[in-house]
């Protein structure tokens, strides 16, 4: 889990992991917090167990904490590497889940907003529609025939991140990586599925969302279809 200023919210979250997952290893990947989010969790590890805490020196990208935290998890030899937000918006109870679609042979397992089944509670409305279709937007533009390409909860193979999606050379920062891992991974034939939740806003801390990451994400879907279309073209081309 990504965090920055996340002190009212990481201890719930690691204990409702606890709870729901006991078997999993919790890995924090810290901004350099000035609230004390990354001492507080490794408060808990004594208490709690298999909680490790990877300090960066600042904000350096929320796809860069993901790139940092992948390549740790698998380092210390996760084979489902799983994301989830600290805000409290992402239920624990749905970790096994996804964790029990890996292990049934998807690559990926999404906590999705968009299907049956899906809810997104006390979300303003101009944050829902933004959301919504945003979505349908990467989705429709790139042909993802996914309904919740943005969202932030979701289980990955491991060997998959590394062999089908090369993870550590995704480019985009905010939330567009999950856009362009998500590509990657439709385009490189991987399965994946999508598993209903209940998103709920965050009620304590701050939102990281700005204009600017919506402006990153749009920008980043229009150059990953150009790539598509070259990709395409190129290979007509080879085809005589």
């Known amino acids: 889990m990504p965090t920055y ?3 009212d919210n990481i201890e719930a979250l690691c204990r409702l992991i606890r709870l729901h997952a006991p078997g999993v290893g919790i890995l924090v990947v ?5 609230d004390g989010t990354a001492k507080i969790a490794e408060g808990l590890a004594a208490e709690l167990g298999d909680i ?4 960066r020196p600042g904000k350096l990208g929320l796809g860069a904490a993901y ?13 489902i590497c799983i ?11 749905v970790i096994p889940a996804l964790i029990s ?8 397992a999404v906590g999705s907003r968009y299907v049956p089944g899906g809810i997104t509670e006390n979300w303003p409305r101009k944050r829902r529609w933004l959301s919504r279709w945003g979505n349908r937007y990467a989705s429709g533009v790139l042909g993802l025939a996914i309904n919740d390409a943005t969202a932030g909860f979701r289980a990955y193979r491991s060997s998959a ?3 089908k999606m090369h993870f550590e050379t995704v480019k985009a920062d905010g939330y567009g990586f999950q856009v362009e891992m998500t590509h990657r991974l439709v385009r490189s034939g991987g399965k994946i599925v999508e598993i209903p939740i209940t998103f709920r806003d965050r009620t304590a801390g701050q939102s990281k969302m700005s204009q600017n990451i919506v402006q990153e994400a749009l920008v980043m879907v229009l150059k990953l279809w150009i790539d598509d279309r070259r990709g395409r073209r190129q290979r007509r081309i080879q085809g005589g």
Do not use: M, W, Y
Not at 83 to 93: F, N, R, T, W, Y
């Open 5 to 7: 200023n996340e002190a």
């Open 30 to 34: 810290d901004d350099n917090s000035p």
């Open 52 to 55: 490790t805490v990877l300090r």
């Open 67 to 79: 790139r940092a935290g992948i390549r740790a998890a698998i380092d210390a030899g996760a084979e």
């Open 83 to 93: 994301q989830i937000d600290a805000d409290l918006s992402h239920d624990p109870v």
């Open 101 to 108: 679609a890996v292990e049934h042979g998807v690559d990926l």
């Open 161 to 163: 991140l590394v062999d």
